[in-house]
């Protein structure tokens, strides 16, 4: 059934254990055994992944605790129409590895609705997943046949990948005779007005440099009036220069300063990050842009010209500073309704 009841309780009993192991509290109903999976599992990533370091799990693994609230499951449901029957199909999900638990919100979507789950997880997002689904089979041992994880897509009726662009071509072309969703590259932006408060600007730092800046949901690209002094950026993102001592990302801010240096390029740098006041949309890790505009009317035409590159939008009158990585259940990425492609099946 999509959206029963019995299943947003094991997604709401998961939600309560991720914040009882987010929050250091005593684990309840019998997950002892989980959670110290689940911190060896951190381990285990992060050696097989140096994008994905303890911190990061960590706050990807508390943001879900936050989000997975038996209020936040219902007022999903009541947003997609509430329960109802579906005929079962089999859903194939391929997995992003890009931010720790970026496919998470496919295995539930399908979970929630009532189908079953055929699942390629990516290398680089191998171990945590698996965990967590062990929540699930403790509140229903029946579970365990709702979902299995493969290493290649066989038998299945419809499709949600995840990728590059260069992978969705690939996927459009296997996976064009089922129903599908097929995302591509995304990426976010910052739209700043002038008026904004040094505490603001300080929280945007967690929209650009979470997780490396390698989410569809980072902050890439910041737009700004024309007068606007790129120095208050500078002077409150500070608190992120540790950044730069993760051997990947310091080594790609080392190599693109090099080439700028190099090809004798106008940039600016702090020691941890590179701006660079430059149109284009998509930026390398380490690499942030700057482009300003001379009225809101210009910013929105340039906003709209981008269209579906762009995941989100931070700012006044957008999603708020510090909160790009904390969408709720219903802000389905590339703007396409996950839950409702499940319950057209």
């Known amino acids: 059934m999509f959206f029963s009841d019995h299943r947003i309780q094991a997604v709401s009993n998961l939600g309560q254990f991720l914040r009882e192991f987010s929050e250091g509290t005593p684990i309840s109903d019998g997950h002892a055994d989980i959670a110290e999976e689940l911190e060896a599992a951190i381990v285990q990533s992060h050696r097989s992944n140096g994008w994905f370091i303890e911190e990061n799990q960590r706050h990807a693994l508390a943001a879900w605790g936050q989000a997975l609230s038996r209020d936040a499951l219902q007022d999903w449901r009541e947003r997609e129409g509430g329960s109802r029957e579906v005929n079962r199909t089999r859903v194939g999900i391929v997995m992003a590895g890009n931010i720790p638990l970026v496919g998470l919100h496919d295995f539930l979507a399908v979970f929630l609705s009532g189908h079953y789950a055929l699942v390629k997880r990516s290398s680089d997002d191998d171990y945590l997943i698996p965990v967590l689904v062990k929540v699930l089979l403790r509140h229903d041992p029946l579970f365990e046949g709702d979902w299995v994880f493969v290493d290649r897509l066989n038998d299945m ?22 129903p599908n969703i097929i995302r591509k590259n995304r990426t976010s932006i910052a739209l700043l007005d002038g008026s904004e408060s040094d505490e603001e600007l300080v929280a945007l730092g967690e929209d650009i440099f979470r997780y490396f800046g390698m ?131």
């Open 215 to 345: 989410g569809c949901r980072n902050v890439g690209h910041i737009m700004v009036p024309e007068a606007f002094d790129v120095q208050r950026i500078f002077a409150n993102i500070v608190d992120w220069n540790g950044i730069v001592n993760n051997n990947k990302y310091g080594n790609n801010y080392e190599y693109y300063r090099a080439l700028f240096l190099l090809n004798q390029d106008d940039f600016l740098e702090n020691g941890f990050v590179i701006v660079r006041e430059n149109e284009e949309l998509h930026t390398p890790v380490g690499i942030l842009h700057i482009s300003r505009y001379e009225d809101e009317a210009g910013a929105a035409d340039k906003i709209a010209g981008w269209g579906e590159k762009i995941q989100c939008v931070v700012g006044h009158g957008h999603i708020p500073f510090g909160k790009a990585q904390k969408p709720a259940l219903w802000e389905y990425a590339d703007g396409v309704n996950t839950m409702a492609f499940l319950a057209s099946l």
């Open 157 to 178: 009726e419809a499709v949600i990948a995840t990728g590059s662009d260069n992978t969705a071509r690939y996927f459009e072309y296997y996976f064009g005779k089922y």
